[in-house]
């Protein structure tokens, strides 16, 4: 049974900074490609950033320099560390294994930024 547990959102002012964890089961995480992906009211779900197998990283033009992901394959998990968050990226935050035709998501964790 596939797992991805997301935590780590909350509220938090304009400016400041969260840490997001998602932790990852049932799945051998190292062959996956890892996203944060996130979806706020009334829009579509958008990618946030992606890790790949390999450790190569991509992202949002709108979180370019603001947002990092990281994976570790020790822990089986991937991480979103974001800084100087704006009420815009007020959202569902969630978690996304890929590989090949193959992807599973978690629940997500909420965002929101006041302020």
């Known amino acids: 049974q596939v797992q991805l547990v997301e935590s780590g959102g909350g509220l938090v002012q304009s400016g400041g900074s969260l840490r997001l964890s998602c932790a990852a089961s049932?799945?051998?995480?190292?062959?996956?490609?890892m996203g944060w992906f996130r979806q706020a009211p009334g829009n579509e779900r958008e990618l946030v950033a992606r890790?790949?197998?390999?450790?190569?990283?991509n992202y949002a033009d709108s979180v370019k320099g603001r947002f990092t992901i990281s994976r570790d394959n020790a822990k089986n998990a991937v991480y979103l560390q974001m800084n100087s968050l704006r009420p815009d990226d007020t959202a569902v935050y969630y978690c996304?294994?890929?590989?090949?035709?193959?992807?599973?998501w978690g629940k997500g964790t909420l965002v929101t930024v006041s302020s």
């Open positions: 996304n294994a890929v590989r090949q035709i193959t992807y599973y």
């Open positions: 049932g799945i051998i995480f190292s062959i996956y490609d």
């Open positions: 890790v790949t197998s390999g450790g190569s990283t």
